[in-house]
C-alpha cells in the first residue's frame, strides 16, 4: 500500500509538471513495484493516467485549448486504440514490456532535444481553409498516439505534445493544454478497449489514483515555476534508469 502510494504521487508529479509522460513511468511501476501483471497494469494506468490528466488540466484552461484539433486527434485515436489493444493480446506480455522500453528511450531522447515553440500555424487558427489542410496530419497523429495507448497503455503525452508544436503549429502552453485533453479522451478509449474480461482491484486502483490525481493537481499549479531545461534533463535521466531497469528485468526474468 505505502509503495503504491509513494508510486501514485510520483507519477501524479511528472504528468503535472511534464504535461505527459505519467503513463510511462505509470505503468513500469504498476508491474515491479506494485506487483501486477501487464495485463492488469496497462487498464489500471490507463485509469490513473486519464484521471490525473484531467485534474492536471483544469489549472490549464486558462492557457487555452485548441478544441478542434483536440476533437480531431482525440476521434482518431479512439478506433486506434481499440486497434492497438487487439495487436497488444497477441503478443508476449516480455515482448510488451521491451517495447515499452524501447518508447521510453524515445522518449527521453525527445525530452533532451529542446522544443520549439512556434510562432502559430495553420492549426492555431480556426475553422478556415488553412485549419482544413492540416487535419489530415491532426488525424495521422492521432492514429499514432491511440494505437500506442490501446497497445502498451501510453497515453501519448511525450509524443502528442511534440506532434502539436512541430508538425499542428501551436503554441507551446496551448499544447501541453490541449495534449492533457488528448490524453483524457485516449485514456478512456483505451481502457473501453481492455475493459472486457477486466476486474478492477479497487483497493490497489485507489491507493495509486488517489495520490497521482492530488499530485498531477499541485505540480501543475508549481509547474510554471520550474526551469524547463531542469524538467526535462531531469525527466530523461529518470526514464532512461527506468527503462534500464524493465529491459534488465524483462532479460534476466
Known amino acids: 500500500m505505502i509503495t503504491a502510494l509513494s508510486l501514485g504521487l510520483f507519477v501524479g508529479i511528472v504528468l503535472g509538471v511534464v504535461g505527459g509522460g505519467g503513463s510511462i513511468i505509470a505503468v513500469p511501476a504498476l508491474v515491479y513495484g506494485v506487483g501486477m501483471t501487464p495485463a492488469e497494469a496497462i ?7 486519464g484521471a490525473s490528466s484531467l485534474a492536471a488540466l483544469i489549472p490549464r484552461l486558462r492557457e487555452g485549448i485548441n478544441w478542434p484539433v483536440v ?11 481499440w486497434g492497438g489493444t487487439a495487436v497488444g493480446r497477441l503478443l508476449d506480455p516480455n515482448i510488451l514490456m521491451l517495447a515499452f522500453a524501447v518508447i521510453m528511450v524515445a522518449a527521453g531522447i525527445r525530452m533532451l532535444m529542446k522544443a520549439k515553440e512556434s510562432g502559430g500555424g495553420s492549426c492555431s487558427t480556426g475553422p478556415s481553409r488553412a485549419f482544413r489542410s492540416c487535419a489530415p496530419k491532426a488525424v495521422g497523429v492521432g492514429v499514432l498516439i491511440g494505437f500506442l495507448t490501446g497497445l502498451l497503455g501510453v497515453g501519448g503525452g511525450f509524443l502528442i505534445t511534440p506532434a502539436l508544436t512541430l508538425l499542428l503549429g501551436l ?12 490524453i483524457v479522451i485516449n485514456s478512456a478509449a483505451g481502457f473501453g478497449a481492455h475493459a472486457a474480461g477486466f476486474s478492477i482491484d479497487w483497493p490497489g486502483l485507489l491507493s495509486f489514483a488517489v495520490p ?7 505540480a501543475a499549479r508549481l509547474a510554471r515555476r520550474l526551469k524547463d531545461k531542469h524538467v526535462r534533463i531531469s525527466f530523461a535521466v529518470l526514464i532512461f534508469a527506468v527503462a534500464a531497469w524493465v529491459t534488465a528485468s524483462t532479460v534476466t526474468a
Open 43 to 49: 487498464p489500471t494506468s490507463l485509469l490513473v493516467v
Open 71 to 81: 476533437l480531431i486527434v482525440g476521434a482518431a485515436g479512439v478506433p486506434a486504440a
Open 212 to 218: 497521482a490525481v492530488l499530485g498531477s493537481l499541485v
Open 171 to 182: 503554441r507551446m502552453k496551448q499544447a501541453v493544454g490541449s495534449s492533457l485533453a488528448i
